[in-house]
């Protein structure tokens, strides 16, 4: 695939342009030490795809609409913490029961299991289903039981590519990720949950694509 | 959002790379009867954007490599009838207990309920955990009891857009939409299950993105 690539130049007219805006092409072409007629190239380069806009009689200014190539550039470095959601967390001692009730009440498809503020484990609604008709006694055992325990959780980082997060969530075959942060307890590795992203997040992502 | 849109111009100029591959920018001067200075930016254009390809002593070529901006039109303009996968199906007769262990067999999150080859329904892992805790006889009720029932169903076509599906999703907070074919018997409109179109879709169609 073959990316638009601004050429030091056009790179220089746009950090010109942001400096001074608005700027004409005469005044472009002196501080740039060129002929207006050798910016005009780069200048309708820099117009079509939208970086810069051209006002009649005033001047250029950089522009705030995002073209195709911009916005999907937007898009590729989408990242993680640009789409995650709030995680919706319970203990390892809530009943299936209360924990199925709670996933009804926020209308979420997957609880996260905290202990002492660290991420411990992750509950779906395919588990809770399985669960549920199994014969288990769901007012008797705890989420803790049936969860997805650390370190078998796959989760994503605050900096991740939200294209990351899309491809483990489609490779482990999950509805959600923990976005954590990790931080250390002596030798200990921990992840405090700071977020979610799961297929919603991904799907509403790809509406703003078309909008 | 502003797009890359061509002047008549450059689509004259496309066209005649098109037509005489390869052709030099002094053949495309005279063909269009302007100076080849004049022709520059638009060349500039076509040849950053991708869209033709400058083969030093040469000329030009209509290029095969799709730029960002035709990529992104190219997603833009993916349809239903290309990211759908099979539908689950099962009969409204079907026990519920049965119909979950279906659900889990196949790995899919929604059943869709047919009858006489028609839609007529549709169950989703919420539906069922939701009756899963509410104490009913899972080995007794049918789904046909328990589904969401046309004309409640949202539905797409094979010839929507991805978009459109994904935005339905969204919009319907559903995981999973039957694709249809409609047809008429008699006055009646009924609906051919073909399809379907789930978050898990477009997620992958998002991970195609950013490959």
């Keep these: 695939m073959s990316t638009i690539k601004l050429s030091p130049r056009q790179q220089e007219i746009i950090k010109l342009v942001k400096e001074n805006p608005p700027i004409?092409?005469?005044?472009?072409?002196?501080?740039?030490?060129?002929?207006?007629?050798?910016?005009?190239?780069?200048?309708?380069?820099?117009?079509?795809?939208?970086?810069?806009?051209?006002?009649?009689?005033?001047?250029?200014?950089?522009?705030?609409?995002?073209?195709?190539?911009?916005?999907?550039?937007?898009?590729?470095?989408?990242?993680?913490?640009?789409?995650?959601?709030?995680?919706?967390?319970?203990?390892?001692?809530?009943?299936?029961?209360?924990?199925?009730?709670?996933?009804?009440?926020?209308?979420?498809?997957?609880l996260f299991i905290e202990n002492n503020g660290c991420l411990v484990g992750a509950v779906s609604r395919k588990d809770f289903l399985k669960i549920a008709i199994g014969g288990t006694d769901m007012h008797q055992v705890p989420v803790g039981v049936i969860m997805t325990r650390m370190p078998n959780i796959i989760y994503v980082d605050t900096e991740d590519l939200a294209y990351v997060a899309a491809k483990k969530i489609i490779e482990h075959e999950v509805d959600s990720l923990p976005v954590v942060e990790k931080f250390k307890e002596g030798n200990k590795e921990l992840y405090k949950i700071v977020g979610k992203v799961s297929k919603t997040n991904i799907t509403k992502l790809f509406v703003k694509l078309g909008d």
């Design 24 to 110: 004409t092409s005469e005044k472009l072409a002196s501080k740039l030490n060129v002929t207006r007629a050798a910016l005009r190239p780069d200048l309708a380069i820099l117009t079509m795809t939208g970086i810069l806009e051209a006002r009649p009689k005033v001047g250029y200014i950089y522009s705030q609409k995002p073209s195709n190539s911009i916005l999907y550039e937007y898009i590729r470095k989408m990242k993680v913490k640009d789409i995650m959601t709030k995680p919706v967390v319970t203990g390892e001692e809530t009943k299936v029961y209360d924990a199925i009730v709670y996933l009804f009440l926020n209308d979420v498809g997957t």
